[in-house]
């Protein structure tokens, strides 16, 4: 069995004396992993750093098999960003979310894309813009998953004014007015998340990565009794230090 396609490395570890075994996010075909023979090695290693998008072969007996890739550097969007610690945690976060997120072998061509934006806007962006785009970026994943949020229109009244808070429970909207009584046990909802093109200030962000975090937690990571990867744990940490929380 063969196939060629474009995929963004999500990690790289290595096996036995000099190869590396390879989880790609791709484009039709999904989260795939494959054996990279010399992977570990200098030449080849810079290639298969989280976040470079490469053009991917992979080839095996079986379909079950884990089968060999090679893979052709596209886009080294690793290296593009190492002088930049936070936007490179940004990148560590959103690679280690869709490798411990997304079923194995499975399509999933928007989460693709999305992550494609993503690296765009880290490449290109300043903190707002890329920021913004992160946190849209894991609401669009959690609606991939089956998971999505209804931010459309206020859960208790039916109307989509004043939205400001989220029910933790349910995942609905919840209005200004509605909410008040009981804000300490909702979520904020960023402003900009409701409005086309908005871009969010730090403190907005580090709201939206709250909500975000809070839902994958609990049904994407909580079912299994795990925990948001390490990498978005830093990345949050490191955006909320900046406001003193």
């Known amino acids: ?28 075909h999904g989260r795939h992993a494959g054996l990279v023979r010399g992977g570990a090695g200098p030449r080849v ?18 379909a079950e098999h884990l089968g060999s890739l090679s893979c052709e ?7 593009s960003l190492l002088g930049d610690r936070l ?17 194995e072998r499975e399509p999933h061509p928007a989460v693709f894309e999305g992550l494609n934006v993503l690296i765009g806007a880290l490449e290109g962006g300043n ?63 960023p402003p900009f998340l409701l409005a086309e093109g908005g871009i969010g200030d730090r403190r907005q962000i580090v709201d939206g990565l709250r909500l975000t975090g809070h839902f994958l937690e609990g049904h994407v990571y909580g079912h299994r009794g795990r925990r948001l990867p390490a990498a978005r744990l830093r990345l949050a940490e490191r ?7």
């Not at 995929?7 to 570890?13: H, K, M, W």
């Not at 810079?46 to 072969?57: D, F, H, I, K, S």
């Not at 894991?138 to 004014?161: P, V």
């Open 1 to 28: 069995m063969e196939w060629t396609d474009q995929g963004i490395v999500l990690a790289a570890r290595k096996h036995g004396e000099g190869a590396a075994v390879v989880a790609l996010m791709t484009r039709e």
């Open 45 to 62: 290693r810079g290639v298969l750093q989280p976040g470079n998008r490469v053009e991917a072969t992979w080839r095996a007996r079986l």
């Open 73 to 79: 550097l596209m886009n080294p969007a690793a290296a």
């Open 87 to 103: 936007r490179l945690a940004a990148l560590s976060a959103a690679c280690a979310i869709t490798e411990s997120a997304l079923p």
């Open 127 to 189: 903190e707002g813009a890329w920021a913004t785009v992160y946190v849209k970026w894991e609401l669009g994943l959690l609606r991939e998953l089956g998971f999505g949020l209804d931010l459309e229109r206020c859960a208790a009244t039916g109307r989509n004014d004043q939205l400001a808070y989220v029910s933790p429970r349910t995942g609905r909207a919840v209005s200004l007015a509605a909410g008040e009584p009981y804000r300490n046990r909702l979520l904020p909802l």
């Open 239 to 245: 955006l909320a230090s900046g406001l003193g929380t």
